[in-house]
């Protein structure tokens, strides 16, 4: 029973999404930060084997370029 709740949250993530192409001016904490780099790295791979690379850049003058 367990499993069908968590499947049906996974599905209503998904039916859900939506892109956003408006942003706030602010940056995100350095706590969120953190929390999504880490559950970047927990998402799975094929067969485990790509290694990843995030990069973040902050710097408003180069956001802009």
Known sequence: MNGDKKMNETINTILNR???????QIQIKDEELDAIL??????????SQQSWHFTVVQNKELLKK
């Open 38 to 47: 880490n559950a970047g790295k927990y998402a799975p791979t094929a067969f």
């Open 18 to 24: 939506r892109s956003t192409r408006k942003f706030q």
